[in-house]
């Protein structure tokens, strides 16, 4: 098991441009969040999923931004129209479906860059 | 969402213990208290977490109080690689975002 990866770990994009990152789960985990992160800040939640189903999405989701996991698997997060306000990390994780509360694996973050 | 409470920052010598401490005020009844940590670079990575009892695990000990409105986390024995950002979060149990503060950024001095 290699953990939660993140693809690209870099992006540099320019205003306007549409972006989308891939995150690939630890294979199994039924629950896969996303969560961005500015610098000095603690990552704020996105949205989430339980197998191919987006059960919560948060308010800073806004109409630009989309999130897919067609098939239960890997996800994807895409940004249109990007703004210099999206530059931040985004952070994907992932946890198995327990009865218990959720331990939450992380992966390593693709940072955005807008310019 | 409960808060979380925490020093901005902390500093501590390699080989000594670190007691971290967070205050939870607000806790449930149901509110489990996580512990994830975040290295330089790296995505947060998870601690230990507990409900009432204390708890150990390979990494850390929780030491929760009484009144289960602040808790500890507690390094046993610091090494350079744990200078990280410290994180205290409540979630309740099953499928939870997790609601990050700005944690404790804990420095070691060799």
């Known amino acids: 098991d290699t953990g939660v990866s993140q693809d690209p770990r870099h992006k540099i994009t320019k205003r306007g441009q549409n972006v989308t990152f891939r995150c690939d789960p630890i294979?199994?985990?039924?629950?896969l969040y996303w969560y961005r992160q500015t610098l000095g800040q603690g990552p704020e939640f996105l949205t989430y999923f339980q197998n191919e189903a987006q059960l919560e999405k948060s308010r800073l989701l806004s109409d630009r931004f989309s999130a897919e996991r067609p098939k239960g698997s890997f996800s994807t997060l895409e940004i249109q129209r990007t703004e210099q306000g999206d530059s931040a990390m985004y952070l994907c994780a992932s946890s198995p479906l327990a009865g218990g509360p959720d331990e939450q694996y992380f992966g390593p973050g693709t940072r955005l860059t807008v310019t | 969402d409960a808060k979380t409470t925490q020093p901005n920052s902390m500093e501590s010598n390699e080989e000594e213990p670190v007691h971290l401490p967070c205050n939870h005020s607000t806790i449930s009844g149901t509110d489990y208290i996580h512990w994830y940590r975040q290295l330089p670079s790296q995505g947060p990575e998870y601690v230990i977490h507990?409900?009432?009892s204390n708890v150990n695990n390979r990494m850390a000990s929780l030491a929760i109080a009484e009144d289960r409105k602040s808790s500890t986390l507690i390094l046993h024995r610091a090494t350079l690689r744990d200078a990280a950002v410290y994180y205290c979060i409540l979630s309740g149990q099953g499928a939870q975002k997790l609601v990050f503060g700005q944690g404790t950024r804990l420095t070691i001095n060799p």
């Open positions: 507990g409900l009432t």
């Open positions: 294979s199994e985990h039924n629950r």
